[in-house]
């Protein structure tokens, strides 16, 4: 689900990396 949300980087993260990015793009996931 993050990963639709994360642009190109996430094409190459994994996903637990993946999560970290969209924890600190977007805290209101947390």
Known sequence: MAC???P???DTVT???LLT???AAFP???
Do not use: F, H
């Open 15 to 17: 996903d637990e990396e």
């Open 4 to 6: 639709a949300a994360v």
């Open 28 to 30: 209101l996931w947390d």
């Open 21 to 23: 990015d969209a924890d």
């Open 8 to 10: 190109s980087p996430a």
